[in-house]
């Protein structure tokens, strides 16, 4: 960050067209595809992708060992502005 070469965030104004595909996206069933995050695209209009792992409920058994409960990923620039949205994977 802060170097010369760093691009701005891309803007989606909604006027693309329907040729144009969007960046990220897979072109075939078998390529791997960049999750984005909804909320932010619809609120803010920029398409962000970053995320962290979180643990929701961990449990500690009767042992004392910690046991994970269900795991997610959430946006970070959600997160950031105070709200939680989960980046499912379907």
């Not at 909320?39 to 449990?59: H, K, Q, W």
Request: with cysteine.
């Amino acid at each position: 960050m802060g170097e010369g070469n760093d691009k701005p965030l891309t803007v989606i104004t909604g006027d693309r067209k329907t040729q144009e595909r969007r960046a990220g996206r897979r072109r075939a069933l078998d390529q791997n595809e960049q999750i984005t995050c909804w909320r932010c695209e619809n609120d803010i209009g920029i398409a962000t992708s970053m995320a962290v792992r979180v643990i929701l409920a961990p449990r500690r058994t009767p042992l004392g060992r910690l046991v994970p409960g269900t795991e997610g990923w959430i946006c970070v620039y959600c997160l950031k502005r105070g709200k939680i949205t989960s980046l499912s994977r379907y």
